[in-house]
């Protein structure tokens, strides 16, 4: 992965977007019925085959994470719509809008559009990352605003941990915190949940902002 944003590859973050919507799970498997042996043999010669964005989570996140990356690679070769047709299932308000859009895309105004406050961070991600995908689907000029430009350093600088070259991010895992860190780890966020409001994603943490 080059660091320079003109070569950034959306792929692994496509698939970790379309994984995080449980409504494509259905046309996933369809189509992956259809073109098993293609997307299969596709996949598994990928480089991202095993990459930590799949193994990560749980055995069904990691299978359909790869069973995505294997329809990305087919409709990359062959151009059977088949990922158009699973955004179009999972995000069909934000699918429709960006591809009856005619003007220059203001990432930041679709982003607030199509989100809100209950939405977890990987929901947010994922609207973002299908936003700057259906642009590129039908060739429309994304503004490089404050928001794209926060996300393809974010997603580049994650890319370059689990490649080991990160100086801005740090592995956690709740798994390594001792006893005593985890209970008072507890209490804090029971005192600000008691005194403030309840955390549940990153617009809770912003809402201490204003």
Not at 59 to 70: A, D, P, Y
Not at 122 to 133: L, W
Not at 151 to 162: A, D, G, H, P, V
Request: hydrophobic fraction near 35%; charged fraction near 25%; charge should be neutral.
């Amino acid at each position: 992965m080059n660091d320079n944003k003109n070569e950034f590859n959306l792929t692994l973050f496509l698939i970790e977007a379309l994984v995080s919507n449980k409504k494509v799970f259905s046309i996933v498997d369809k189509s992956y019925e259809k073109y098993s042996y293609g997307a299969y043999k596709l996949a598994k010669e990928s480089e991202y085959y095993n990459h930590p964005i799949f193994t990560g989570g749980s055995i069904l996140r990691n299978i359909m994470c790869k069973r995505i990356l294997g329809l990305i690679l087919l409709d990359m070769q062959d151009d059977k719509n088949i990922i158009d047709n699973i955004i179009k299932k999972g995000w069909n308000n934000l699918y429709n809008y960006i591809k009856n859009y005619k003007e220059d895309i203001m990432l930041e105004k679709v982003v607030l559009r199509f989100s809100n406050v209950n939405m977890t961070d990987d929901e947010i991600n994922a609207i973002t990352t299908i936003t700057i995908v259906l642009a590129n689907i039908f060739e429309i000029n994304l503004v490089q605003d404050e928001i794209f430009n926060k996300y393809l350093t974010m997603q580049i600088e994650r890319l370059n941990f689990y490649d080991n070259n990160s100086k801005n991010f740090a592995q956690f895992c709740y798994n390594n915190l001792t006893k005593d860190e985890i209970k008072r780890s507890e209490s804090i966020y029971n005192r600000i949940c008691n005194k403030y409001h309840q955390i549940n994603n990153i617009n809770d943490i912003n809402n201490f902002r204003k």
